[in-house]
């Protein structure tokens, strides 16, 4: 009981008590965290299957980041799904129609896919044989296209059986911004040499 009143004592002569108190609560609570960590870096360790120790290759997702010149390191690997049809369903480009002449920007292609019962797919594109696009199944928005005939290729693919099928659409592009505007050319009044 001694010790008890000579630590009450102690304390209440100290000047500033708040800071000590807030002290000795900081000192306290840094094993804790440590704990913490220690605790969730051996739960991680022990959910890491040997496969995934030796593994360097990280696991990252990027849709529709833009061309890509390796054709082969964007395709999406065919995943199991006995739910639904392992084909293509049904799929058109809507708009632009073939051979229309669009001056929209940005260009926005208009892909219908009725999926029904099919499996899920995702799609690449290019225009007039440039790099072809990551696969993904967002909307196609392509801005500040240059003027010039256009052929739009669409490959689409089935997630689950990784088939493909390639659509077509040709198309006139007329970018508002390369139109040269129409200036009238200076007049010059004839000019007479003298002596001729």
Same mark, same amino acid.
């Given at each position: 009981?001694?010790? %008890? ?5 102690? !304390?209440?002569? %100290? ?16 094993? +804790? @965290?440590?704990? +913490?960590?220690? !605790?969730?870096?051996?739960? !991680? ?49 809507? /708009? ?10 940005? %260009? ?6 009725? &999926? ?16 072809? /696009?990551?696969? /993904? ?8 296209? /240059? ?6 290729? @669409? ?11 390639? @659509? ?19 007049? &010059? ?8």
């Amino acid at each position: 009981m001694e010790k %008890l009143k000579h630590a009450r004592t102690w !304390i209440s002569n %100290l000047p500033d008590k708040k800071r000590y108190f807030e002290f000795v609560t900081a000192l306290l609570s840094i094993p +804790v @965290l440590l704990t +913490v960590f220690y !605790i969730n870096y051996l739960s !991680i360790q022990e959910k890491k299957t040997p496969q995934d120790k030796n593994s360097t290759t990280p696991t990252v997702v990027v849709v529709n980041s833009g061309n890509n010149d390796d054709d082969d390191n964007n395709d999406p690997a065919p995943t199991a799904s006995p739910e639904c049809i392992a084909e293509i369903g049904p799929v058109e480009i809507v /708009s632009p129609e073939e051979d229309a002449t669009i001056d929209n920007n940005p %260009l926005e292609i208009d892909i219908d896919y009725d &999926q029904g019962d099919y499996c899920s797919v995702v799609w690449s594109y290019r225009i007039n044989n440039s790099s072809w /696009s990551d696969y /993904s199944d967002n909307d196609i928005l392509i801005y500040n296209l /240059s003027s010039g005939n256009k052929t739009f290729e @669409l490959r689409v693919k089935s997630i689950v059986s990784g088939k493909e099928k390639t @659509l077509r659409r040709s198309f006139v592009y007329e970018n508002e911004e390369d139109i040269p505007t129409p200036t009238a050319a200076p007049t &010059q009044a004839p000019t007479t040499t003298p002596g001729i």
